[in-house]
């Protein structure tokens, strides 16, 4: 089935540093979206990619939608704290039409 | 606060018992998903409902089932339970059908808090 490559599966960074993540697949997906799941609470969404080659931000986030539609990336820029927990890429496409999940990035930041 | 509401939020139980997790989508989302989330593992889909009619499956086995009731609200049920089921069980909704739906929403879900289940 199909199947998302994360990476890296976790970070450890400094107050103020940036941050990129990525999602890779064999197969092609139509949507990528990217969520972030703090402790006790169920993922929420962050950033959604309609497009090829999509470039949106949400604030300090920026997430792109590869050209080839096998990859997408998310970067955070200057992180904070509150930045903390693990962030999932999701993709849709396919003969089911289901979001297919990262396994995460679990990132930490160190004040 | 999603708008998607679980119960319960823990549940800890034995080996062979058989639990039933409730969901409410938001108001006026007509698909409900079920993910189940373990230790160090992604997402797995489980299973979709559309207005009361299942629409796809994932990795479900055969000890679970669901619903989606007239009410919209819908029941994961979970029997002859074993050590690797515990998990976290995440509901989420929508409100048009990935497939059917142009624009913005394709694909958005909107998850609740989860159920916390531990098997014993």
């Known amino acids: 089935g199909q199947q998302l490559n994360q990476s890296p599966q976790s970070m450890f960074i400094q107050e103020g540093e940036d941050v990129s993540m990525n999602c890779t697949s064999s197969?092609?997906?139509?949507?990528w979206l990217w969520y972030k799941q703090e402790p006790g609470e169920g993922p929420v969404l962050l950033i959604a990619?309609?497009?090829?080659?999509e470039l949106t931000s949400n604030g300090r986030l920026t997430a792109q939608f590869g050209i080839t539609r096998k990859d997408s990336f998310l970067n955070i820029s200057a992180s904070i704290p509150s930045d903390v927990g693990i962030y999932f890429c999701?993709?849709?496409?396919?003969?089911?039409?289901?979001?297919?999940f990262g396994k995460g990035t679990k990132l930490s930041v160190k004040p | 606060d999603s708008g998607v509401t679980q119960t319960p939020k823990h549940l800890i139980t034995a080996t062979g018992q058989r639990v039933t997790l409730r969901c409410s989508p938001r108001?006026?989302?007509?698909?409900v998903y079920w993910y189940q989330q373990s230790l160090d593992q992604g997402l797995q889909f489980l299973i979709q409902?559309?207005?009361?009619?299942?629409?796809a499956k994932g990795n479900i086995l055969e000890r679970f089932s669901a619903q989606q009731f007239p009410d919209l609200h819908s029941e994961l049920n979970l029997s002859s339970l074993e050590l690797g089921d515990s998990a976290l069980y995440f509901c989420?909704?929508?409100?048009?059908?990935?497939?059917?739906?142009?624009?913005?929403?394709?694909?958005?879900?909107?998850f609740g808090e989860g159920s916390r289940l531990t098997v014993l």
């Open positions: 989420a909704s929508s409100h048009p059908p990935p497939l059917l739906a142009g624009g913005g929403l394709v694909g958005e879900l909107f």
């Open positions: 197969s092609i997906f139509n949507t």
């Open positions: 990619l309609y497009k090829a080659g």
């Open positions: 999701a993709g849709l496409g396919g003969s089911q039409g289901n979001l297919i």
């Open positions: 108001s006026g989302d007509l698909s």
């Open positions: 409902y559309y207005n009361g009619e299942e629409r």
